[in-house]
Every structure is written in structure tokens, then in C-alpha cells.
């Protein structure tokens, strides 16, 4: 299924504004994959969608698109966060190399004069679940793309919860946008690296991709990636 068609179907269906907003959050959250990518930043929405992976700022870019062809006015901030977020993924040479804070993102959607504030999409379901286990088992509050906060952390679907993935790790606001894919490209990006570390990283991709899907599949190895329940009469192909 392409992404226009995705979208198009959500768009003649029945459904509430709510229940949309949750159908792409879950399925934005599962149906893709989180993964890293060879382009980091540079990659388009709907090969995000084709791909069935991304990181956060590919999935943010995702769900902003959907959520905006669907009526919804939407706000991505950016920010950096803790280059912990990546403890456990990144071999250690790599992580020496990285920046102490990276590139982040999230989105606030409004709703009925409300404004929901939503990064639970970031990770799907298996893999939080496997990484909360897994830091708690290691003693770490960040690592495995999860930061867990006072209160714990969820990626489940709430108009009103206070328990966020990765929110307890940001450190500093960076900037707030409708055009999202704009300031990725730009230089205040810190995402953007020079030449050198761009292809460090691309030559440990495959080890930090395997560590993602071993992490993942620590309590669920039967896990299939398949679009949620809740949007099977909606998204299914």
C-alpha cells in the first residue's frame, strides 16, 4: 500500500478525528519499524512508509505528513537529547564519535482546543517493551532508545498521559515547525555531520541494526510487522 492511498482511506472513512488521530499513532508507532537508516535525516514520508522503518525524526516527518493531509493542525518541535538515547545500539567506537546531544523530535497536535503533546509513535510496541526490560535489568534510566522518567515511561495512545519514550532525555528546545522536512535539511540540524562521521556511521549500520532487531526480539521473536487491529478495516491492503 503506497502512502496516498493510506491516507485516502482514513480520509473517506467514519471515523472521529480521535479515532484517526489513534489509528496513525499506532500505526505510525508498529507499522514502522523503529530502525536507523542510511540517509539519517534525508528521506521522504512516503519512503519512510515504504520502507516500514525509520528513527525518530523519519517517523515524526511520517506522522506529520498523515496528520496533516487529515485535517489536524500539527507542530513538530525540535530539540536535542542525550546521546544515551543510543546506549546499547551504537558500538563504542561509533558512540565516541557521536555528538554529545543529537537531533530530536515530536509533534503537538491539537484537537477539540486542545493540544496533545505525542512521541510514543516513536518506538514501536515490541521493542519498548523489550527495552524498558532490558535498562531496568541494567540499571539504566536512558539507553536503547528509551529514557524513563519519575513516573516510568509508555508508548501507549492517551490524550492526557504524562508518561512519554523518550521526553525525560531532551535537553534543550531547538526550534518548532509545520514545514518539519525544511529545518532537517538545514544546517541547525546537529544531525547533519560532516563527511567523515557520516560514513562511520554508515559502516557500522549493519551491527546497530542488529542490535535493534536483537533487542526487539528478546521476549517476542514471533513478532510480525503488521498494522495494527484498531486500523485493520482501514489500512489493511
Known amino acids: 500500500m ?3 492511498s493510506y491516507i485516502d482511506k482514513l480520509r473517506e472513512s467514519d471515523l472521529t478525528q480521535e479515532e484517526r488521530l489513534q489509528i496513525v499513532y499506532e500505526d505510525v508507532r508498529d507499522y514502522i519499524q523503529f530502525d536507523f537508516l542510511p540517509e539519517i535525516d534525508d528521506i521522504s514520508p512516503e519512503e519512510v512508509f515504504r520502507l516500514r522503518k525509520g528513527q525518530c525524526n523519519n ?3 511520517l506522522i506529520h505528513k498523515i496528520l496533516t493531509e487529515l485535517g489536524f493542525d500539527v507542530t513538530v518541535y525540535f530539540s536535542t537529547i542525550d546521546k544515551n538515547i543510543h546506549r546499547g545500539f551504537f558500538p563504542s567506537l561509533l558512540f565516541f564519535f557521536t555528538p554529545k546531544y543529537i537531533g530530536h523530535s515530536w509533534i503537538v497536535v ?9 512521541d510514543g509513535y516513536i518506538n514501536d510496541l515490541e521493542l519498548f517493551n523489550s527495552a524498558i526490560e532490558l535498562n531496568r535489568r541494567l540499571g539504566w534510566k536512558t539507553g536503547h532508545s528509551v529514557a524513563i522518567g519519575e513516573c516510568g515511561a509508555s508508548a501507549e495512545f492517551s490524550l ?9 532525555a531532551i535537553e534543550k528546545e531547538m526550534a518548532r515547525t509545520k514545514a518539519p522536512r ?7 540540524n546537529p544531525n547533519q555531520v560532516n563527511l567523515i562521521k557520516k560514513l562511520l556511521y554508515r559502516l557500522f549500520l549493519p551491527i546497530i541494526r542488529k542490535r535493534v532487531q536483537r533487542v526487539r526480539q528478546r521476549n517476542h521473536p514471533s513478532f510480525s ?10 489500512s489493511q491492503k
Not at 484537537?111 to 503533546?117: A, G, V
Not at 492526557?160 to 525525560?168: A, G, K, L, P, R
Open 182 to 188: 525544511n529545518w532537517l535539511q538545514s544546517q541547525e
Open 110 to 118: 491539537k484537537l477539540d482546543k486542545r493540544e496533545i503533546t505525542l
Open 2 to 4: 503506497e502512502l496516498k
Open 160 to 168: 492526557h498521559s504524562e508518561n512519554f519514550v523518550q521526553m525525560e
Open 59 to 61: 517517523k515524526t516527518v
Open 225 to 234: 510487522n503488521t498494522i495494527s487491529k484498531a486500523s485493520t478495516p482501514v
